[in-house]
């Protein structure tokens, strides 16, 4: 399974953002597909998760302003990011479960300044 993550880049404060990370491979089905992120000197933190069935979660710091959803027939995961806050500037992984193994993508860098 290959993860292609796109829709990063320079954004200033109250801006937005859409990530798309589409899997390709030979994928039978996909359990849970997220979104995680690493700010510098920091570790990887979860940002969102979507079940198969549309289940979310999300990490406290961004309920309100970004939502995760996803289209299963194109085994693709997207994350709309509303309010973009300096503190959000990360680069953001894309994650697809496929019980019992976890895929990455290789990120996508995102940037919140004016």
């Known amino acids: 399974v290959q993860l292609q993550a796109s829709g990063g880049g320079l954004v200033q404060p109250g801006g937005s953002l859409r990530l798309s990370c589409a899997a390709s491979?030979?994928?039978?089905?996909?359990?849970?597909m997220g979104w995680y992120r690493q700010a510098p000197g920091k570790q990887r933190e979860l940002v969102a998760v979507?079940?198969?069935?549309?289940?979310?979660n999300y990490a406290d710091s961004v309920k309100g302003r970004f939502t995760i959803s996803r289209d299963n027939a194109k085994n693709t995961v997207y994350l709309q990011m509303n309010g973009l806050k300096p503190e959000d500037t990360a680069v953001y992984y894309c994650?697809?479960?496929?019980?019992?193994?976890?895929?990455w993508g290789l990120g996508t860098q995102v940037t919140v300044s004016s």
């Open positions: 994650n697809a479960v496929v019980t019992p193994v976890w895929y």
């Open positions: 491979g030979r994928i039978y089905s996909i359990d849970d």
């Open positions: 979507i079940s198969s069935g549309g289940s979310t």
